[in-house]
């Protein structure tokens, strides 16, 4: 079986483009959060969405939104890229959001802005 | 902001069993413990989680104190293909969606040496 995949594995941008990220969960799964990891630190949580709702929200600048479609899949978008976007992005997909449930995650995007 | 404390390293000899530390002295009644764990800037992998009781799988025993303020990851027979960052984590419950976001913190880095 597939586990997550996320798409591009790596790309390059300039200070104030906008980016796009994707997200297949694993069959079956239908939440997907996303998440930010800056070089020497732990992921930071993004986004949640289940069932094609935003359900969690972390510390980020409205630069950043998202969107699950109905096969689940998701899309990550950054406007308005700043040098301090530069990290590797990851996805994780979980049978549905809650307290009590594995989150698997995708080997990410690394995002260059320059 | 990380609801626990890890060291911020750790050495062990391969075929020795690993038990890692972690404190979480401010877990709420209904936040899971969960471990991950990161190498070479991967996608994290799942380990185990646990609410109050030991739990046990094919990588890694959890044990949590009674009182829920910590908690230790035990590899059994530890290998150099378990040479990694080690994350615990409280799940922590987003609002009133009870969305669990994993918050990660700093991590430890397990060495293990021949």
């Known amino acids: 079986d597939a586990g997550v995949t996320q798409s591009p594995t790596h790309l390059i941008k300039t200070r104030g483009q906008q980016v796009t990220l994707r997200c297949s969960p694993i069959?079956?799964?239908?939440?997907v959060s996303w998440y930010q990891q800056v070089l020497g630190q732990g992921p930071q949580f993004i986004f949640q969405y289940y069932e094609k709702e935003e359900r969690g929200r972390g510390n980020f600048p409205d630069r950043f939104s998202a969107r699950q479609f109905p096969n689940y899949s998701s899309e990550l978008n950054v406007n308005a890229l700043l040098l301090g976007d530069s990290a590797l992005y990851l996805c994780?997909?979980?049978?549905?959001?809650?307290?009590?449930?594995?989150?698997?995650f995708g080997q990410g995007t690394r995002l260059t802005v320059v | 902001d990380a609801k626990t404390t890890q060291p911020t390293s750790m050495d062990c000899a391969e075929g020795r069993a690993a038990n890692l530390p972690c404190n979480h002295s401010?877990?709420?009644?209904?936040?899971?413990v969960y471990w991950y764990r990161q190498i070479h800037s991967q996608g994290p992998q799942y380990i185990i989680h646990?609410?109050?009781n030991n739990e046990t799988n094919e990588m890694a025993s959890l044990i949590i104190t009674e009182d829920r303020k910590s908690s230790t990851l035990i590899l059994p027979h530890a290998t150099l293909r378990d040479t990694a960052v080690y994350y615990c984590?409280?799940?922590?419950?987003?609002?009133?969606?009870?969305?669990?976001?994993?918050?990660f913190g700093q991590g430890t880095t397990l060495q293990v040496k021949p």
């Open positions: 401010t877990i709420s009644g209904n936040e899971y």
């Open positions: 984590i409280v799940r922590v419950a987003d609002g009133s969606s009870n969305t669990g976001k994993l918050i």
């Open positions: 994780a997909s979980s049978l549905f959001p809650g307290m009590n449930t594995e989150a698997f």
């Open positions: 069959s079956g799964h239908k939440s």
């Open positions: 646990g609410l109050k």
